[in-house]
């Protein structure tokens, strides 16, 4: 069984199932409205 892609929304990338990574959930006047994975530690946002 295929599980579901996640990528994250800053870097666009996919997180791998042993990668950290947060949900980000909207609710919008008490209502359930989308939600969103990021990298809890974004790979591609600090310059070296």
Do not use: N, R, W
């Not at 996919?14 to 994975?37: G, M, N, R």
Request: with cysteine.
């Amino acid at each position: 069984m295929e599980k579901s892609k996640k990528s994250c929304l800053k870097c666009k990338k996919d997180i791998a199932e042993t990668d950290l990574h947060k949900i980000v959930i909207y609710v919008v006047q008490e209502k359930f409205t989308e939600h969103h994975y990021e990298h809890v530690e974004c790979p591609g946002k600090f310059t070296i």
